[in-house]
């Protein structure tokens, strides 16, 4: 049970920053994200002997900590048109709680991202997880995985490139 | 602008986000879980000896916490002592009690913050208006302590060694071992964690706390723990269902609410351990041996049916 209890004192510690930091990715607001986040690394923590088995526990709890938060969500919108709920979905609070910490113009870039793409970058720049365990956490193929990799880079490239150039403008 | 350059860039552009929650809190809260579950299972095997198939539906589906049965507080007690043990170290709690009686002389407020480690600050209020503040700085064996009467305009400084570092005591009930029957053992202030859950403790082996139920405390389901003394008062708990973190205590009369306490466990951020700093006395202030004899009997009215705490 200590020795339990240390494997993940230590499991935590090493991810927790990059569990948040992958989760706030494709959520876009800190306290939602630590709020997702820390409920997975409860679960995680109460089921610690399955979950350390898993190939990549991290992952795991990034996968779990998405999907509290897309419970919650519902949960807060329920009553919002459905006509709505698409726009609503695909947008997270852009920056927000997060400006002190993210530059703006990759947060905007990052939040402009459809969701599955955002998840993707999440997992594959933040949590470093290569095409194959993305799409068994995400539960799509490899293939679709790397599509959205490129697409998502292109876009962040593109709007980061527009925005430092009109900054560089505004300077001038 | 090539790949490489960046998902270096959107790596680096996260590398200030850090997770604040503390690991003490994570653990906490899974063993509760773990609980509500194996209580959950509990429910539904006693079910299925007792009513069938039928029956087992019905119990797996309680929301837990159920309110817990009598014998179910050394348990309560347990889970509490442990969720206090872990937050010890990592959060700052913020008491305030509120005096409502109707034989007090004056509506009186008092603001407690107390860190793990001994340092704390408390400030009296009394129709608004702060009349006294305490504060404790423990730097190794050393433990300064201030205080300031406001009504008087006088501030005094102590310092004094203890043999082997070590943490003041916050509270007069946690100080020694409490023997069991003590009315003010049951109501006395406890302000830090290791005093609430010492009390707690004592007060559960002795028999005489018993965990009678729920109750909606903020918003929050909290466990009920309740301690009736001989003559007519009642202390009860109330503890955070899911995190078993005390959140609330009332003491009540024959039915009539005396005093109560509100928990809140703060973060340690910059803003929240400012709170633990000594306080300063205002500019024209006389230094005084003793500050806060001179507005004790002002506020020991206003206090009367609760133990104070030490200085700090």
Redesign the interface.
């Given at each position: 049970m200590e020795n339990q209890r240390l494997d993940f004192a230590e499991f935590y510690r090493s991810s927790r920053d990059d569990c948040l930091r992958a989760v706030l990715v494709v959520v876009g607001d800190y306290d939602s994200a630590q709020e997702a986040v820390a409920e997975a690394f409860v679960r995680a923590c109460a089921s610690w002997r399955a979950v350390s088995r898993h190939p990549n526990p991290a992952a795991w709890v990034a996968r779990t900590a998405l999907n509290v938060n897309v419970s919650r969500w519902r949960r807060r919108h329920r009553e919002v048109p459905a006509s709505d709920l698409a726009a609503l979905a695909d947008t997270p609070a852009a920056g927000s709680g997060v400006q002190d910490l993210i530059d703006p113009q990759i947060m905007s870039a990052l939040a402009r991202l459809p969701a599955r793409q955002r998840q993707v970058i999440a997992l594959r720049l933040i949590l470093d997880l290569d095409t194959r365990a993305t799409a068994k956490a995400l539960g799509i193929r490899p293939n679709t995985v790397m599509a959205h990799m490129a697409r998502a880079l292109a876009a962040l490239r593109s709007d980061l490139h527009i925005a430092r150039e009109s900054q560089q403008e505004s300077q001038r | 602008?090539n790949?490489q350059e960046?998902?270096t860039?959107?790596?680096q552009?996260?590398d200030?986000?850090?997770?604040?929650?503390p690991?003490e809190?994570?653990?906490s809260?899974?063993?509760a879980?773990?609980a509500a579950?194996r209580r959950r299972v509990a429910v539904g095997v006693a079910a299925i000896a007792t009513s069938g198939a039928a029956a087992v539906t019905a119990a797996l589906i309680i929301p837990g916490p159920a309110a817990p049965a009598t014998e179910d507080t050394a348990y309560v007690v347990s889970q509490v002592t442990q969720a206090l043990t872990a937050v010890r170290a990592n959060a700052i709690l913020f008491t305030q009690m509120t005096i409502t009686g109707p034989d007090s002389v004056t509506d009186a407020v008092m603001d407690m913050w107390r860190g793990g480690d001994g340092q704390g600050r408390t400030e009296i209020f009394v129709s608004g208006q702060m009349v006294s503040e305490y504060g404790v700085a423990v730097t190794g064996t050393a433990i300064t302590r201030v205080s300031i009467s406001y009504r008087d305009k006088t501030w005094s400084r102590a310092v004094s060694h203890s043999s082997t570092p070590s943490v003041p005591s916050a509270s007069a009930s946690a100080q020694d071992t409490i023997p069991c029957g003590s009315a003010d053992d049951a109501i006395g202030i406890s302000v830090n964690a290791k005093a609430i859950a010492d009390q707690l403790r004592s007060r559960e082996s002795c028999g005489l706390l018993k965990a009678d139920g729920t109750a909606t405390v903020g918003g929050v389901t909290a466990i009920r723990l309740t301690e009736p003394t001989n003559d007519g008062v009642t202390a009860s708990w109330y503890v955070n269902s899911a995190t078993y973190l005390p959140i609330r205590r009332t003491v009540t009369q024959r039915g009539v609410l005396l005093s109560t306490d509100a928990f809140q466990w703060l973060p340690r951020t910059a803003a929240n351990l400012a709170r633990l700093s000594l306080p300063v006395a205002p500019r024209g202030f006389a230094q005084v041996a003793n500050a806060a004899s001179a507005t004790a009997s002002l506020v020991l009215g206003a206090f009367a049916h609760r133990p104070l705490p030490g200085r700090g």
């Amino acid at each position: 049970m200590e020795n339990q209890r240390l494997d993940f004192a230590e499991f935590y510690r090493s991810s927790r920053d990059d569990c948040l930091r992958a989760v706030l990715v494709v959520v876009g607001d800190y306290d939602s994200a630590q709020e997702a986040v820390a409920e997975a690394f409860v679960r995680a923590c109460a089921s610690w002997r399955a979950v350390s088995r898993h190939p990549n526990p991290a992952a795991w709890v990034a996968r779990t900590a998405l999907n509290v938060n897309v419970s919650r969500w519902r949960r807060r919108h329920r009553e919002v048109p459905a006509s709505d709920l698409a726009a609503l979905a695909d947008t997270p609070a852009a920056g927000s709680g997060v400006q002190d910490l993210i530059d703006p113009q990759i947060m905007s870039a990052l939040a402009r991202l459809p969701a599955r793409q955002r998840q993707v970058i999440a997992l594959r720049l933040i949590l470093d997880l290569d095409t194959r365990a993305t799409a068994k956490a995400l539960g799509i193929r490899p293939n679709t995985v790397m599509a959205h990799m490129a697409r998502a880079l292109a876009a962040l490239r593109s709007d980061l490139h527009i925005a430092r150039e009109s900054q560089q403008e505004s300077q001038r | 602008m090539n790949d490489q350059e960046l998902i270096t860039s959107v790596r680096q552009s996260f590398d200030k986000v850090h997770m604040s929650v503390p690991e003490e809190l994570i653990t906490s809260r899974s063993r509760a879980v773990q609980a509500a579950r194996r209580r959950r299972v509990a429910v539904g095997v006693a079910a299925i000896a007792t009513s069938g198939a039928a029956a087992v539906t019905a119990a797996l589906i309680i929301p837990g916490p159920a309110a817990p049965a009598t014998e179910d507080t050394a348990y309560v007690v347990s889970q509490v002592t442990q969720a206090l043990t872990a937050v010890r170290a990592n959060a700052i709690l913020f008491t305030q009690m509120t005096i409502t009686g109707p034989d007090s002389v004056t509506d009186a407020v008092m603001d407690m913050w107390r860190g793990g480690d001994g340092q704390g600050r408390t400030e009296i209020f009394v129709s608004g208006q702060m009349v006294s503040e305490y504060g404790v700085a423990v730097t190794g064996t050393a433990i300064t302590r201030v205080s300031i009467s406001y009504r008087d305009k006088t501030w005094s400084r102590a310092v004094s060694h203890s043999s082997t570092p070590s943490v003041p005591s916050a509270s007069a009930s946690a100080q020694d071992t409490i023997p069991c029957g003590s009315a003010d053992d049951a109501i006395g202030i406890s302000v830090n964690a290791k005093a609430i859950a010492d009390q707690l403790r004592s007060r559960e082996s002795c028999g005489l706390l018993k965990a009678d139920g729920t109750a909606t405390v903020g918003g929050v389901t909290a466990i009920r723990l309740t301690e009736p003394t001989n003559d007519g008062v009642t202390a009860s708990w109330y503890v955070n269902s899911a995190t078993y973190l005390p959140i609330r205590r009332t003491v009540t009369q024959r039915g009539v609410l005396l005093s109560t306490d509100a928990f809140q466990w703060l973060p340690r951020t910059a803003a929240n351990l400012a709170r633990l700093s000594l306080p300063v006395a205002p500019r024209g202030f006389a230094q005084v041996a003793n500050a806060a004899s001179a507005t004790a009997s002002l506020v020991l009215g206003a206090f009367a049916h609760r133990p104070l705490p030490g200085r700090g």
